[in-house]
């Protein structure tokens, strides 16, 4: 099997860069910790990779807005760079930060005809920070980094997490679509109904959206965080699970490479 | 040039939350309930920007196209003034000039981004507020929307024209007159100057300079005052003290050395070559070993007055503090975990209770909260430990206490800074921020602090500092410098000048980096702008660290040289504005000399035949307390697991929301050893004997760390001591006797004091309507911070009861000890003795409890603490959503009781060294043996049934279902 090569993209206040690289590598690939500034200066450096992650944090402080100030740089930076990426057959992964990143630049869903984006993620519904574990369901067939995965159990931790579409058209067709690939459910795999189940209030219970290939994913839990049993909230009375329900989603993008 | 403003609102069918809760806000205040307030944020835009790029910013950059709409019109136009709902009152507020503003910063660098030239960014907020009159509105301004320590209120539409900031500087050096002045005139200027030294210090300083025949600069005499102050010197606790009790006498000569940091040494000296403590009371951190790569370092620090002033940006800047000092010991240390104690008033008290100056409790508690999550969710440092604690003394001084663990390799631990090396700064700019911040820490508050201090308070750029660790961290692995530490209290004054105490230095003002003009050197020198550090960098690495600084965005400078000459020289351009000796600025302070006198109040006993008829009631009402009750609305908000090393959470159980009673964090990704963050306070156990306060504290801080599963061998502590105005005897007094508590606990459990740090003079003064000074003192507060460590943590075990059919048992003993228990706090009863320790009994029981924890022996385990066992029991109940029958016969006491007065005091004391421990049947007889050298009993079963019972033999004396227990502790604080 080859070892494709990841470039987790950190940003100044990224701050989840170094267990998504463990991640990574622990789901047997090759992972890179690159500053923006050496993209910026090199956009080819790109190439040399088969998947880009931009992981959990605070780019730039989420200051105006949550991955704003990043996702203003991949647009008027590195546009051309990251959508060749993009329709190289490659991967591209936004977590938590990262997928406010991905769906702010344009990366993952097109901007409509105006130029304006599809949907976005605002503050949650309480208007405060929330750490918390969530179940979820994979709702995509063609969503790579879900494969072979039904339920989930993750932890979330964030402040602008909700999503939300721009009109009902849109939320129909990303649906029908098969895009809004992870939504929260309860415990039994009911679709939520309200907090804390669907922690944010997000419209149609969605906590993570791929394109329309399946290639490019963001997701508002953390996956990185459950990689093995003792960072289970429970393992103390459940014991402990071989592995965390988060380490499919690395190896399902590693193995896309085998 | 122009001067654009883009307002945001809420699009249509989107809720404004911010305006919905302070209308909620501006209700509690006392305001007529029909008022409705809109919320709207904005930005001001000055440069040469057209009124296409403009819009294009608001659309592209500013707001968020799909949630928002914006308005984008220049300053002072008509379409900015249009209400949303007519007869509206506009307010606005803004900040104050100079102000840290990041999000001003971020928005800067995108517009730059979007290739539009911008000069000047600043945020704003502005309210509508309908349905009230204008005095209401100056009310709700005033109380709710803005604070006037950082910000300023414009009613109506804002008028400006221009948004630069400071003029530049004229050179002007400046000569203070100190040799011929009076005693009085001396104290004077001190007072004035904002010095806060003593009239002995200033005599020390005149005749200094008598000697020296010259006036000595402004420069010089606020770097003596800074290097001086009670902040940086420690200078009451670490002084001559007097001290007599009733049992003692005795005189130290530096009371902190001859107790909290004598233990240590003893400690040290006993473990031989088993000592595993690496850097004890020197560093900016405690530093132990960990395992074959790495050390650890802990500190706690507090941040008590700024956080009184503005909660949010003391306590941004508290949590911003302590990080740099774990990133500023040994070479620097990574961050992993952050722990934050807080101390408030009841956050219910009405509004027309405060005295003047003071801000509602309720909304300090609120600052606080989202000063300490804001920064340390920002650093991607996991908070995982914690404690709030009410009583309403802290009204006018809020404690806020801030901690970081740290993860440093071994051969990192130490530095040392050579002549001939520069002196680097790094990070954040220079501007007026928190000038005077060390001598106004160690003042009392008063109700004219606000206006007085303003320059003290700061808000933290937590983006700054993140970037500051990225590059630190990855020099520190090239070994580009030889010497850190951090800016913090006294800025570039006490950074530079204790790096280079041992050496000299030369400093060379004018080239540090400035946020904006206008800056005199003394300003420079003592500003206490954040997120910076000082580095001492070879002058053959210079450029290489630099360039890695560069290469991501951060400052680097040289702002001095360290020069073999001993002296403290400050220039500014080529002109020499101050020179002291380092040995005048470190040793040249005379000693203090105070006395500390301790009355050991007699132990009363409280009569409790008939005072157990209301049981069950008793312990909801303890559960409801606010020291009890559950902090989710707070822990929630923290990310607690970040860096992927979360083992044990802060909250455990079922449903996930259980009290657990220590964090467990395993710092290196893919290994299995683990550490163990906890703590313990017991402010009111200190009305009683701040001895057994202390010792109480201790144990309970160990005991947490052990009930998880630390190794009781391998804990270290760090004390905190928050206390009034130790200029009292008996202030002192009641400190000296929990620093002697202090010293016995540790030598006798070998449970090293690693580090520590104290804040005095906590009281706040006003005058009341009769215009009498009324002073309010906080109790004396000791934090005891613990820090354990765990082999494999898959060995650890947690509070909540697991399954039916588990035997119970009590580990320790229960005593006659009620005095300052939350169960007298519900009852409104004084007096009973205070829980003292027994550490032949802790040296017995946490060896042999962690060994059962280790074998697997134990399902779960609770510390009891606040409301004794039945509290316990309440909380591991509904925490594993089980019911439990607890017979009160079998719990252990020292002396048989009957009656009222056994059930209650088996229920309701707070003995220490006691724990409530869950076994399977089949492990039983195997846990006994264990336990085999303590006191430990059978007292109960968990149950299928969703009640907890409690009887004594026959008689049942409490039935209540679990979900009401729950609902009593969860429901106060579900804000």
Partial sequence: ?258 | MSLWEIDIYPAEGQVDRAGEELTSDAIDLGLDPSIQVAAVHGYLLEGDIEEADANRLADKLLADSVVEKTVVAAVGDERLQQAPVNGSLLVHVINKPGVMDPVAMSAQKGIEDLGIAVDQVRTFRKYWVFGVDQGSVNRLAEKVLANDAIEQVVHGPLQLDALALGTAYEFELKKISIRSLTDDELEDLSKQGQLYLTLVEMQTIQKHFQGLDREPTDIELESIAQTWSEHCSHKTLAGRIAYKDDETERHFENMLKETVFAATVKIREELGEDDWCVSVFKDNAGIVTFNDEFNVAFKVETHNHPSALEPYGGANTGIGGVIRDTLGTGMGAKPICNTDIFCFANPEVDHDQLPPGVLHPRRVMKGVVSGVRDYGNRMGIPTVNGAIYFDNRYLGNPLVYAGNVGLIPKEKSFKEAHAGEWAVVIGGHTGRDGIHGATFSSAELTSDSEMLSGGAVQIGNAITEKMVMDVMLEARDRNLYTCVTDCGAGGLSSAIGEMGEEIGVEVYLDKAPLKYDGLSYTEVWISEAQERMVFSVPEQNWKAFQTLCESEGVDATIVGKFVDHGRLVLKYHDEVVGDLTMDFLHNGRPPIIRDAHYEIPAVTVIDLEDKAASLEQDLEAILGSLNVASKEWVVRQYDHEVQAGSVVKPMVGIQNDGPGDAAVVKPVLGSSKGLTVSCGMNPRYGDYDTYHMAASAIDEAIRNSVAVGADPSRIAILDNFCWGYTDRPETLGSLVRAALACYDMAVDLKTPFISGKDSLNNEFSYQNEEGEKVTISIPPTLLISAIGQVEDVATCTTMDAKEAGNVLYQVGVTKRELGGSHWTLIRELEGGAVPSVCTENCNAVFPALHQAIKSGLVRACHDLSEGGLAVAAAEMAFAGGLGMMIDLAGVPTDLDYSGDTENVLKLFAESNTRFLVEVTPENCAAFEQTLGGVTVARVGTITEDDQLVVNNGDKNLLTTPIGQLKEAWQSPLRW
């Fill in chain 1, 1 to 258: 099997m080859t070892t494709p090569k990841v470039l987790v993209l950190r940003a100044p206040g990224t701050n989840c860069d170094h267990e998504t690289k463990y991640a990574f590598e622990l789901a047997g690939g090759q992972a890179d910790r690159v500053h923006i500034n050496r993209v910026l200066e090199s956009p080819s450096l790109v190439e040399q990779y088969q998947i880009i992650c931009i992981p959990g944090g605070f780019s730039y402080g989420d200051d105006v807005a949550a991955g704003r100030i990043f996702a203003n740089q991949m647009r008027s930076h590195l546009a051309d760079v990251m959508h060749e990426f993009k329709n190289s057959d490659k991967l591209i992964l936004g977590i938590c930060n990262g997928f406010q990143v991905l769906i702010k630049s344009g990366l993952l869903l097109d901007d409509d005809a105006d130029g304006a984006p599809p949907a976005t993620l605002c503050w949650n519904n309480h208007g405060l920070y929330e750490d918390r574990w969530v179940y979820l369901q994979n709702s995509s067939d063609k969503c790579i980094f879900l494969r072979g995965t039904d339920r989930l159990y993750l932890p979330i931790a964030h402040a602008e997490g909700k999503f939300v579409m721009r009109n009902e058209d849109i939320a129909d067709q990303l649906q029908a679509n098969q895009q809004l690939a992870l939504k929260y459910v309860d415990a039994a795999g009911v679709p939520a109904v309200g907090f804390p189940q669907n922690p944010n209030g997000a419209q149609r219970n969605v906590a993570g959206v791929c394109d329309d290939s399946g290639r490019v994913f963001g997701l508002m839990p953390h996956p990185e965080r459950f990689l093995e049993g003792t960072q289970h909230p429970r393992w103390t009375r459940e014991g402990l699970q071989p592995e965390g329900d988060g380490l499919a989603l690395f190896r399902n993008a590693v193995e896309y490479f085998a």
